[in-house]
């Protein structure tokens, strides 16, 4: 972790594509949703720096590519944790 501790801001380039949400609407931007988003009932088959494959339950052998996405915290994407707290139901 030395070249991450000399960069600021660097933690969030490496972490927002994989835990990334929009602050504001987390579950309708889809376009600001980390890969850990898009998770959910799906098994990882091969990982690179630039992409992930996902087998997916549409059909046999169906399969499905997260692209890895360069989001900033400018675009108001925050990392899952820093997302405001919500009720019980509240999306």
Known sequence: ???LAHSPGSVFRVALP??????HRPYARLD?????????????IAMTEADVLMEVAWGPGAQQR???????RASGA?????????????R
Do not use: H, I
Request: hydrophobic letters at 35%; one cysteine or more; glycine letters at 14%.
């Open 1 to 3: 972790m030395g070249t």
């Open 18 to 23: 994989l835990f990334g949400a929009n602050k």
């Open 32 to 44: 600001q949703c980390g890969f850990v988003g898009f998770l959910s009932r799906k098994r990882v």
């Open 66 to 72: 997260y692209r890895r996405k360069d989001l900033c």
């Open 78 to 90: 925050v990392l899952l944790w820093g997302l405001p707290k919500t009720t019980k139901g509240e």
